[in-house]
Nanobody
Framework: QVQLVESGGGLVQPGGSLRLSCVAS????????MQWYRQAPGKERELVAS????????NYADSVKGRFTISRDNAKNTVYLQMNSLKPEDTGVYYC?????????WGQGTQVTVSS
């Protein structure tokens, strides 16, 4: 049974930090590109960051470059998103995604709210 379980979301003040985690099971994690998406209320889901299967290559949306860092630990089947200098516009549900060829797996999402 494939599972992606996100955690680490919550309420944080502008300028604060959060670290999201996504633990995978039920598939060969180490061959999958892992990604973080987010969806703000009333908006489409957008790609925030991605990391290659080995962790050697990362990409970020322009809106989060320099503030967010994606990483992975293949021994723990876990992908992380370190979010610093958070802004109110970072608010949304953050989803973990695993992608390999035509296969996509999704987590249930974790809420991040940036507000004073």
């Amino acid at each position: 049974q494939v599972q992606l379980v996100e955690s680490g979301g919550g309420l944080v003040q502008p300028g604060g930090s959060l670290r999201l985690s996504c633990v995978a099971s039920g598939f060969i994690f180490s061959v999958y590109v892992m990604q973080w998406y987010r969806q703000a209320p009333g908006k489409e889901r957008e790609l925030v960051a991605s990391i290659s299967s080995t962790g050697g290559s990362t990409n970020y949306a322009d809106s989060v470059k320099g503030r967010f860092t994606i990483s992975r630990d293949n021994a723990k089947n876990t992908v992380y998103l370190q979010m610093n200098s958070l802004k109110p516009e970072d608010t949304g549900v953050y989803y973990c995604n695993g992608r390999w060829l035509n296969t996509n797996y999704w987590g249930q999402g974790t809420q991040v709210t940036v507000s004073s």
